[in-house]
């Protein structure tokens, strides 16, 4: 299962131990950090911990843009 998460690829890589690697969709840039899970995590929980880290990595250009408007 892959998916599109804020501008991001999310690909689900390997079985033994479940692994994610996430990409910008804007250039084909690979974030410097995969997520993995255990098997009996299943694929769900390693999707959702690449969302958060799509979100991390996300937060700070929200806050900038918050005080760049303020």
Not at 5 to 23: F, S, T
Request: net charge positive; glycine share 8%; proline share 7%.
């Amino acid at each position: 299962m892959n998916e599109l998460y804020r501008g991001h690829h999310i690909v689900m890589l390997g079985e033994k131990p479940l692994c994610a690697i996430i990409i910008e969709r804007a250039t084909g840039t690979p974030l410097p950090t995969k997520v993995t899970a255990l098997p009996d995590e299943g694929e769900k929980s390693c999707l959702s911990r690449a969302r958060q880290l799509v979100d991390l990595y996300l937060e700070p250009v929200r806050r900038y843009a918050g005080k760049a408007q303020a």
